[in-house]
């Protein structure tokens, strides 16, 4: 690989930038915006109020996604699910389960879902 090729590939890597455009992106086919500079500009602002503490966050999904998600998961109605259906839900959407420490043998229940995913997300935009 030549040097210039590896020093484009750190400085995105350094940058987080594929994780940001990934965002960016399923932002903008989520809600397909007639108008998507426009949007991805309010978006930005956006992420930069919430890393000064003005604003939120933009959110792919908010609560009653969430809700039907671990619905969709909790198939049986028990009112939790496994560790591996909740790695699953996060990288579905492009989440990092990298820092999950979850025994086989715990349950996920819905209120932990929603905040481990809360937490997830917030996580994705420090970028």
Known sequence: MAAGEEQSREYLRRHRLPELLHRLGALLLFHRPERPREFLIQVLERVKAGRRAEGEYPFLMDEANVDAMFSLLDVLGQGHI??????????????????????????????????????????SWSV
């Not at 990092?96 to 996580?123: A, C, H, P, R």
């Open 82 to 123: 496994r560790p591996a259906q909740y790695r699953e839900a996060l990288k579905t959407l492009g989440l990092s389960t990298e820092d999950l420490e979850l025994e086989d043998d715990v349950n996920i229940t819905q209120d932990v879902f929603k905040e481990g995913m809360k937490k997830k997300m917030l996580e």
